[in-house]
């Protein structure tokens, strides 16, 4: 029995050194992809100019065929080319459109029935500055009397004389 114990003991450290020197390997490719930020912004700046210059090549060739078709009056295949063009934004265009129309009758619903007829003319951003005017609540005007006393009405008699000279105006007001 002490064999199969000193086996097992034998097996645990092997397993415990493998997992050991797999961590300190793990933190050693760890420090590799440390990059500056200097340097990062470096090649990130030359990744991006690459991608332009491989756009501007492609639209370029894609110019240079398009010319070359015209010469040689290949306009069925100029017409193919864009027509599937187009058809890749058809579908896009037609779930546009009906959200667009959705959202539209959505705020239509808000407006008197009278008003839904000359307003379904408007498209939805102009429908919704409405709505929003419309629902937005006028300040109620201030109709105290205003003035410096804040439409109180004073009384001369009870006045110190400074108040008095102070007040003046607001006085001879509420007496005319």
């Known amino acids: 029995m002490s064999n199969e114990e000193v086996g097992q003991d034998e097996k645990t450290e092997a397993i415990g050194q493998d997992v050991k020197t797999e961590v300190v390997e793990s933190n050693d490719k760890a420090e590799d992809y440390s990059v500056p930020g200097y340097r990062f912004k470096e090649l990130n700046e030359k990744n991006k100019a ?17 010319s070359e078709a ?32 959705s959202r539209k009758s959505r705020l ?9 007829e000359k307003m379904s003319k408007l498209d939805s951003e102009t429908l919704e500055q409405m709505k929003t005017e419309f629902t937005n609540k006028v300040p109620q005007v201030d ?3 205003g003035g410096v006393s804040g439409g109180k009405s004073l009384e001369w008699s009870k006045l110190p004389p400074n108040e008095r000279k102070k007040h003046f105006a607001d006085i001879m007001r509420n007496k005319i």
């Open 70 to 101: 015209v010469e040689r009056e290949e306009f069925k295949e100029l017409y193919e080319a864009a027509k599937v063009e187009r058809d890749k934004f058809a579908s896009d265009a037609e779930k546009y459109y009906s959200i667009e129309e």
């Open 143 to 145: 109709n105290s009397g």
């Open 50 to 66: 690459l991608e332009s210059k491989v756009k501007a090549m492609e639209s370029d060739a894609k110019a240079k065929i398009e």
């Open 108 to 116: 239509l619903e808000s407006f008197p029935e009278n008003l839904r």
